[in-house]
């Protein structure tokens, strides 16, 4: 009987003692501390006495439970690196850590000085971890990125023809808030900045490369930085821009030298016509310069001046192979041209026994200049007809030749009286005229005046603008 007793009582008696000791297992923490903060994590250390802790924010709280309270605890409180140790009878209740710096508590009883507990608290880089998810024209057809990495930074690749990407978290059981900034290296300038939750939708440019940084928000001065760089489209290499730099360039030199071939070719015609006029105008003074000629020599002969008419016909027959050697040159050398002028100022003095003169400075480049052919042979006439063949023996013509800078002048001047006033406006002169005018049309840079003077003696004037050393 007392046997069943005593084992009645010692079966309640470690009923009371187990649910007592599961009461305080229930109410009560078998922590010392319990340290709080943004992305802490606690791993346990090789002993059982060891806590380590990491964590990603700079500010840790450290909060005693009751079992710290109940015991006598003696606390060893330092930092890590430049901070020294010291001796705290409790523990702090908040603290800041920069990045890479810890601290330390350790936990003594205070009666036998056994360490209880040591708490290592370490505030590490952390940066996020995302993913790049490039997205083509149609978001039903995805790419894939090919990262590749240099000395300097990474590098992500995306495949030609991504219009955008999405930008995700790796883990989702990362819940630290993330901050992201997005860069056109292009323009410098900022397009996507935020915070990223689940996900995060970029439209980008094709072949244009960017700067992703990311960074947590409690740790700011750790970032990430991926370079994106989206490869060009066929038609966006550099071959093909070289290639249609190649083929506009040449369709522009083709197309301006076509222009400039019609337009030359617009010239040369014009040019064409205008010489084929002025020659025109040329051959219209050959009879005319003939048929006085010719006169000449019939009124010799009808006078019996046989050995003058011969004489004559011999300097005409002379000048007359010049002037058609030249009748299809629009132009002539001065001193060609005046060589054929004293010809014909001396077939022209046998008829009529005038003085004359042809003057040429030393400085004038004869051999160099050229004027139109005969342009002189109609105002000689001229001024023979209309002012010395009346006057015989004390007739003068002189013919001056000056220049005066980059002109040239060539004077005409006869000592008679024009008393027939329509010689002014007659057919040699007006053919001259018209002659004058069609070559200042073909050489715009080089044009010719021709001015009269007539009073007790007569000058014609011509002068030639712009006609020395002109290229």
């Known amino acids: 009987m007392r046997l069943i007793?005593?084992?009645?009582l010692f079966v309640i008696l470690m009923f009371l003692i187990v649910t007592t000791s599961a009461k305080d297992l229930k109410g009560e923490t078998q922590e010392y501390l319990i340290i709080e903060g943004v992305g802490v994590k606690k791993i346990v250390g090789k002993n059982k006495w060891d806590s380590n802790i990491t964590t990603v924010g700079g500010f840790v709280k450290i909060n005693t439970t009751d079992l710290f309270k109940k015991s006598d605890i003696n606390v060893t409180f330092y930092f890590t690196g430049i901070h020294k140790e010291s001796n705290l009878r409790q523990a702090h209740q908040e603290i800041f850590l920069d990045v890479g710096q810890g601290c330390t508590l350790e936990l003594f009883d205070q009666n036998t000085n056994r360490l209880l507990q040591r708490y290592k608290i370490q505030r590490i880089k952390s940066i996020p971890e995302i993913e790049i998810i490039p997205k083509n024209t149609?978001?039903?057809?995805?790419?894939?990125?090919?990262?590749?990495?240099?000395?300097?930074?990474?590098?992500?690749?995306l495949p030609s023809g991504t219009k955008k990407i999405e930008l995700l978290r790796k883990s989702k059981n990362d819940t630290l808030e993330i901050q992201y900034r997005l860069i056109n290296l292009k323009t410098k300038k900022n397009i996507y900045s935020g915070v990223l939750h689940t996900k995060e939708t970029f439209i980008l440019d094709s072949n244009t490369e960017y700067e992703l940084r990311y960074t947590y928000t409690v740790q700011m001065q750790s970032t990430g930085v991926e370079y994106i760089k989206i490869r060009p489209q066929w038609y966006q290499s550099v071959i093909i821009?070289?290639?249609?730099?190649?083929?506009?360039?040449?369709?522009?030199?083709?197309?301006?030298t076509r222009q400039f071939r019609k337009k030359i070719k617009k010239s040369e015609a014009k040019q064409k016509k205008l010489e084929e006029a002025a020659i025109r105008l040329q051959s219209m003074l050959n009879p005319h310069f003939t048929f006085n000629a010719l006169s000449t020599i019939q009124g010799l002969v009808n006078t019996e001046r046989i050995d003058e008419a011969n004489k004559y016909l011999e300097e005409f027959s002379i000048l007359l192979r010049k002037s058609l050697s030249k009748s299809k040159n629009v132009f002539n050398s001065l001193d060609q041209e005046l060589e054929m002028m004293r010809i014909y100022l001396n077939i022209e003095s046998l008829r009529f026994d005038f003085k004359w003169e042809i003057t040429v400075p030393a400085d004038l480049p004869a051999t160099d200049i050229e004027i139109p052919t005969l342009l002189l042979q109609p105002l000689i006439e001229n001024a023979i007809k209309h002012g010395v063949s009346t006057l015989k023996q004390k007739g003068e013509l002189r013919i001056a030749c000056t220049k005066e800078e980059e002109d040239m002048i060539i004077l005409i001047e006869d000592n008679g009286t024009w008393k027939d006033k329509t010689s002014v406006t007659g057919y040699g002169?007006?053919?001259t005229r018209e002659r004058i005018e069609t070559i200042n049309k073909m050489y715009t840079d080089q044009q010719i005046f021709l001015s009269l003077n007539i009073n007790q003696s007569t000058q014609v004037i011509l002068t030639f603008k712009n006609w020395i050393n002109n290229d």
């Open 429 to 431: 002169l007006a053919l």
């Open 138 to 157: 149609k978001d039903s057809e995805n790419g894939s990125a090919e990262e590749v990495s240099t000395d300097q930074y990474p590098n992500v690749i």
């Open 241 to 256: 821009y070289i290639l249609v730099l190649l083929i506009s360039s040449g369709l522009i030199f083709y197309i301006v």
């Open 5 to 8: 007793i005593r084992n009645t």
